[in-house]
């Protein structure tokens, strides 16, 4: 079992479920041509993505880690009508590129990126005491992960989903003695999950041409 065998796979599914698109495409290209880290999800994620926000109806969407705007083109698609999707990324060359590819995607007007830590701008949009989102992808600094979640489960409602990225990390999650901030920052993140009776969650492993890595289902129940 290898990289390259999980790669091909992802190759043959994405042949057959997933229409090749200029403007996913177009996302993925520019964010590499600026130097972008090439960390986005995969695009059987991305379809992921966008069923589990259709399965919502979702007319709030929050992204926590926009990047170059990827998943969130493919979350916005989502959106139902008169739906709004609120992104966050710390990074300023990062929001210009997800700017330029939202823009692209025709969904400037329903996308509404915040720049800045998000830390600081998620205390602003609970204040702004808008509508609670229905579905909220967490996929930025892991060392924050717990907090994000917190976050996000003040903005929910029952019956909001939460998915959090990257919480497997090859295997390193169920190491209790790993000095990666990242790792220790999922750990803590599901230390919380496993007290938090307001929702149900579950963790998948995944393997993909992003390696082997998992993601989180969270409901909230109450
Ligand atoms: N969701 C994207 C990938 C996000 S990568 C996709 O799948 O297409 C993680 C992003 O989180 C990076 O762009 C990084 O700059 C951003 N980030 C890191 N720390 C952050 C913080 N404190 N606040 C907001 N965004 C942050
Ligand atoms: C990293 C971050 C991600 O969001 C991801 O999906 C994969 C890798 C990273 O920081 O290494
Ligand atoms: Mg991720």
């Not at 993925?28 to 880290?37: E, N, R």
């Not at 919480?167 to 003695?177: D, L, M, Q, W």
């Amino acid at each position: 079992m290898s990289l390259e065998l999980w790669t091909t796979v992802d190759r043959y599914i994405e042949g057959l479920q997933i229409p090749s698109d200029a403007v996913l495409d177009a996302a993925i290209a520019t964010s590499a041509a600026a130097g972008l880290p090439e960390i986005a999800v995969t695009p059987s994620q991305g379809k992921l993505l966008y069923l589990l926000a259709k399965m919502q109806e979702a007319r709030r969407i929050l992204e926590i880690g926009t990047l170059g705007g990827y998943s969130t083109i493919w979350m916005a698609r989502a959106l139902a009508a008169k739906g709004r999707l609120v992104t966050l990324e710390a990074e300023k060359n990062h929001a210009a590129v997800a700017r330029k590819n939202i823009a692209r995607a025709g969904l400037s007007e329903v996308v509404d990126l915040r720049l800045g830590r998000a830390l600081r701008t998620l205390p602003k949009l609970a204040e702004e005491g808008g509508a609670p989102f229905d579905f909220v992808f967490i996929d930025a600094d892991k060392e924050n992960t717990a907090e994000y979640f917190a976050w996000a489960l003040r903005m929910s409602r029952p019956g909001t989903a939460i998915v959090v990225d990257n919480v497997i990390r090859e295997g390193e999650v169920a190491n209790g003695g790993t000095t990666d901030a990242s790792v220790q920052g999922i750990r803590r993140f599901n230390e919380a999950l496993a007290i938090e009776a307001r929702v149900s969650a579950t963790t998948i492993q995944t393997v993909g041409s992003k390696g082997y890595d998992g993601f989180t289902l969270a409901l909230v129940l109450s």
